[in-house]
């Protein structure tokens, strides 16, 4: 049974955006056909993957055929199974979310294109991570890559978004380059191409450490991890909100799983594996939070904030690979549970932020925080999804971040006593590094929230803004609830995550054991007790002393403007200033020379350092250089025979 509703899964969600192909594009009849495909294919496909986990199965497929390096074979493990839950949620979310988001009757010119190719890209994910042949998971892997490339440039009479779209594109196929020679080499030392465990001694170390370099550069650039992360704000910021949360929750993690699959085919990793990719973990996670912080479009600092949580879900995979060549299966068990569950979390709070964040700019038509403000008391809704997805960004309890942020603690603060020397180090800058991003995470979403939600509007469009329809607001409740569930009661998904471990270790330390299960619904109960009675009081305090309209000093606060207000700049500032070695921002402020002064107006912007300038302006001047040789095509027929006997005669010199 379990087989087969896998197979369904993966059928009907790749056929699910094809009958909207043969319908009207001014009706919403497709539309709804692909939601309802799209629903049972997600309904199948996650039931087989609770199956897989609670029994600790595998399921297995394979079938012959002409290419080299052995079968076409499937294997569906509680790895691949953990990485397909957060596939098939919130493929059915976002998909009910774009009936209202993305109407067909609405977009006639993209609404199909932009359905067939979201059932296909779901499809190819889940079909790579059940992939055991290097061929076949290459091919998986492109057509995620073509159908994300199709989705983010769904509105091609954008030019940001075409500009996005062709920069991932070469990002998406630079990594695929990378993962061919991951692929040819692993095939030249192994005999075969089937992804499995290998022994120790069965390929040389050189080979072995080349294979994971590869591996982490080309998995890595699909994670979004720094420094390869330069595609990723401009996809996020330009693809259609419930596209963006689906790149955010789900897409990226693909780069995850690829490098989490490709540590576990070596069964004896060296050390200092584990010390790189905690390393690059806590780079992109410090740097993703402080970049975050200095940006003014809401949808690219979401982006920023992806790249800090792939950080952070690295420092798990890492503190699992030391675990592993340590023997230590306490840090293996909280190393990768840690992670996995952090891919599930941020799947959840990523997506909810974004789908907050797409009503948002849906009402008021801007992604500029500048020109938004005052939305809380227009989309109750809307805000509150915001503020639950911003606080468990933020590792705040009861939330879910807080639980797999605390496993990941508990792994690093335990390698203190257990690891041997080199690694102790590494481990006490971790723990200062994941302590700083969750305050820095907290402080960049005080500013989002009090800027977007609170105040006054700051435009006409924002003070007509209007609460979204059902079809937005119920998924923004479910993915509330799920943050929930999991902060309040982790041991639901303990057993999930001691099955994926057991596929590094065979004795399995239960997750119940080495983090405070109990303590932790205890005190997340108490918290939401303290928090419902508290707003129950000022509702009543509110109730008994009406606010009075008119005050004899008022400090000017009876008639609140936007232009009173803090903006994201002015609130941000001084941490942008202080890392201002690090982000080097561009200021355009005026220069005060008399005393009454015309008025004038400040800017700031936080260029990206490695793609605004560094790849972008290299590509320019490439493009220039290229540009120049047009002068050698002439279109004279004689110059042209000229080219040929000069080419000859050069050739003749070195023959």
Same mark, same amino acid.
């Given at each position: 049974?379990?087989?087969?509703?896998?197979?369904?899964?993966?059928?009907?969600?790749?056929?699910?955006?094809?009958?909207?192909?043969?319908?009207?594009?001014?009706?919403?009849?497709?539309?709804?056909?692909?939601?309802?495909?799209?629903?049972?294919?997600?309904?199948?496909?996650?039931?087989?993957?609770?199956?897989?986990?609670?029994?600790?199965?595998?399921?297995? $497929?394979?079938?012959?055929?002409?290419?080299?390096?052995?079968?076409?074979?499937?294997?569906?493990?509680?790895?691949?199974?953990?990485?397909?839950?957060?596939?098939?949620?919130?493929?059915?979310?976002?998909?009910?979310?774009?009936?209202?988001?993305?109407?067909?009757?609405?977009?006639?010119?993209?609404?199909?294109?932009?359905?067939?190719?979201?059932?296909?890209?779901?499809?190819?994910?889940?079909?790579?991570?059940?992939?055991?042949?290097?061929?076949?998971?290459?091919?998986?892997?492109?057509?995620?890559?073509?159908?994300?490339?199709?989705?983010?440039?769904?509105?091609?009479?954008?030019?940001?978004?075409?500009?996005?779209? $062709?920069?991932?594109?070469?990002?998406?196929?630079?990594?695929?380059?990378?993962?061919?020679?991951?692929?040819?080499?692993?095939?030249?030392?192994?005999?075969?191409?089937?992804?499995?465990?290998?022994?120790?001694?069965?390929?040389?170390?050189?080979?072995?450490?080349?294979?994971?370099?590869?591996?982490?550069?080309?998995?890595?650039?699909?994670?979004?991890?720094?420094?390869?992360?330069?595609?990723?704000?401009?996809?996020?910021?330009?693809?259609?909100?419930?596209?963006?949360?689906?790149?955010?929750?789900?897409?990226?993690?693909?780069?995850?799983?690829?490098?989490?699959?490709?540590?576990?085919?070596?069964?004896?990793?060296?050390? $200092?594996?584990?010390?790189?990719?905690?390393?690059?973990?806590?780079?992109?996670?410090?740097?993703?939070?402080?970049?975050?912080?200095?940006?003014?479009?809401?949808?690219?600092?979401?982006?920023?904030?992806?790249?800090?949580?792939?950080?952070?879900?690295?420092?798990?995979?890492?503190?699992?690979?030391?675990?592993?060549?340590?023997?230590?299966?306490?840090?293996?068990?909280?190393?990768?549970?840690?992670?996995?569950?952090?891919? $599930?979390?941020?799947?959840?709070?990523?997506?909810?932020?974004?789908?907050?964040?797409?009503?948002?700019?849906?009402?008021?038509?801007?992604?500029?925080?500048?020109?938004?403000?005052?939305?809380?008391?227009?989309?109750?809704?809307?805000?509150?999804?915001?503020?639950?997805?911003?606080?468990?960004?933020?590792?705040?309890?009861?939330?879910?971040?807080?639980?797999?942020?605390?496993?990941?603690?508990?792994?690093?603060?335990?390698?203190?006593?257990?690891?041997?020397?080199?690694?102790?180090?590494?481990?006490?800058?971790?723990?200062?590094?994941?302590?700083?991003?969750?305050?820095?995470?907290?402080?960049?979403?005080?500013?989002?929230?009090?800027?977007?939600?609170?105040?006054?509007?700051?435009?006409?469009?924002?003070?007509?803004?209007?609460?979204?329809?059902?079809?937005?607001?119920?998924?923004?409740?479910?993915?509330?609830?799920?943050?929930?569930?999991?902060?309040?009661?982790?041991?639901?998904?303990?057993?999930?995550?001691?099955?994926?471990?057991?596929?590094?270790?065979?004795?399995?330390?239960?997750?119940?054991?080495?983090?405070?299960?109990?303590?932790?619904?205890?005190?997340?109960?108490?918290?939401?007790?303290?928090?419902?009675?508290?707003?129950?009081?000022?509702?009543?305090?509110?109730?008994?002393?009406?606010?009075?309209?008119?005050?004899?000093?008022?400090?000017?606060?009876?008639?609140?403007?936007?232009?009173?207000?803090?903006?994201?700049?002015?609130?941000?500032?001084?941490?942008?200033?202080?890392?201002?070695?690090?982000?080097?921002?561009?200021?355009?402020?005026?220069?005060?020379?008399?005393?009454?002064?015309?008025?004038?107006?400040?800017?700031?912007?936080?260029?990206?350092?490695?793609?605004?300038?560094?790849?972008?302006?290299?590509?320019?001047?490439?493009?220039?250089?290229?540009?120049?040789?047009?002068?050698?095509?002439?279109?004279?027929?004689?110059?042209?025979?000229?080219?040929?006997?000069?080419?000859?005669?050069?050739?003749?010199?070195?023959?």
């Amino acid at each position: 049974m379990i087989g087969p509703c896998f197979l369904i899964s993966w059928s009907v969600l790749a056929a699910s955006g094809v009958p909207s192909l043969f319908m009207s594009r001014e009706r919403n009849a497709g539309q709804w056909t692909a939601f309802i495909m799209n629903v049972i294919g997600s309904a199948a496909g996650l039931y087989a993957s609770f199956a897989v986990l609670l029994t600790r199965t595998e399921i297995a $497929w394979s079938f012959s055929w002409t290419m080299p390096g052995g079968p076409l074979l499937l294997t569906i493990d509680a790895l691949s199974a953990a990485f397909m839950i957060p596939v098939l949620l919130l493929s059915a979310l976002n998909s009910l979310y774009g009936l209202a988001y993305w109407k067909q009757s609405e977009n006639p010119g993209n609404g199909r294109q932009l359905r067939f190719y979201y059932g296909i890209m779901a499809a190819a994910m889940l079909a790579l991570t059940a992939a055991r042949h290097g061929v076949f998971f290459l091919i998986a892997w492109e057509i995620m890559a073509l159908s994300g490339y199709f989705l983010l440039t769904a509105q091609d009479d954008d030019e940001k978004a075409r500009e996005a779209g $062709w920069i991932y594109f070469v990002a998406a196929h630079f990594s695929t380059l990378v993962l061919f020679a991951f692929f040819a080499l692993y095939g030249a030392a192994h005999g075969s191409l089937i992804m499995e465990r290998i022994g120790g001694g069965t390929i040389d170390s050189s080979t072995a450490n080349a294979l994971f370099l590869l591996a982490l550069l080309g998995f890595g650039v699909k994670a979004g991890l720094f420094p390869v992360h330069g595609w990723l704000p401009p996809a996020h910021a330009n693809a259609p909100s419930h596209i963006s949360a689906f790149f955010s929750g789900v897409f990226i993690k693909m780069g995850v799983y690829g490098v989490i699959r490709a540590a576990w085919m070596f069964s004896d990793p060296p050390v $200092w594996w584990g010390m790189l990719v905690l390393a690059l973990g806590m780079t992109s996670g410090l740097l993703g939070v402080i970049y975050a912080i200095g940006q003014h479009d809401i949808k690219r600092l979401l982006a920023y904030h992806s790249i800090e949580n792939i950080g952070i879900i690295f420092l798990g995979v890492g503190l699992g690979l030391i675990g592993i060549h340590y023997r230590q299966n306490a840090l293996v068990a909280l190393g990768f549970a840690g992670a996995v569950l952090h891919v $599930w979390n941020h799947g959840l709070f990523k997506s909810l932020l974004f789908l907050s964040a797409g009503s948002a700019i849906h009402a008021v038509h801007t992604r500029e925080i500048d020109r938004l403000g005052g939305l809380a008391k227009r989309m109750p809704w809307t805000s509150l999804g915001f503020l639950i997805g911003a606080a468990a960004i933020s590792g705040l309890p009861p939330l879910n971040g807080f639980v797999s942020e605390l496993a990941i603690y508990l792994g690093l603060f335990h390698s203190l006593h257990t690891a041997a020397s080199p690694s102790l180090g590494m481990a006490v800058l971790s723990i200062a590094s994941l302590a700083f991003i969750g305050g820095l995470a907290a402080a960049c979403f005080v500013k989002v929230y009090g800027i977007v939600f609170l105040g006054e509007p700051r435009t006409p469009s924002a003070q007509q803004a209007k609460e979204s329809s059902l079809f937005m607001t119920v998924p923004l409740m479910v993915l509330v609830f799920f943050c929930f569930a999991i902060g309040l009661f982790p041991i639901l998904v303990t057993p999930l995550l001691d099955s994926v471990v057991t596929l590094w270790s065979g004795d399995v330390e239960p997750l119940a054991r080495l983090v405070p299960l109990k303590g932790l619904t205890a005190i997340g109960v108490v918290l939401c007790l303290a928090i419902f009675t508290a707003l129950l009081y000022l509702r009543k305090v509110r109730n008994l002393f009406p606010h009075e309209e008119i005050g004899t000093w008022d400090c000017g606060y009876v008639r609140p403007q936007a232009r009173m207000q803090y903006t994201a700049s002015s609130f941000a500032q001084m941490i942008v200033d202080f890392f201002g070695w690090i982000l080097w921002p561009v200021k355009k402020e005026p220069v005060l020379r008399e005393l009454f002064p015309e008025a004038s107006s400040f800017h700031s912007r936080v260029p990206d350092a490695i793609m605004d300038r560094g790849i972008l302006p290299f590509f320019r001047i490439l493009s220039n250089w290229i540009e120049s040789l047009k002068a050698f095509q002439s279109g004279i027929l004689q110059v042209y025979i000229l080219y040929i006997f000069l080419t000859l005669f050069i050739l003749l010199i070195f023959i």
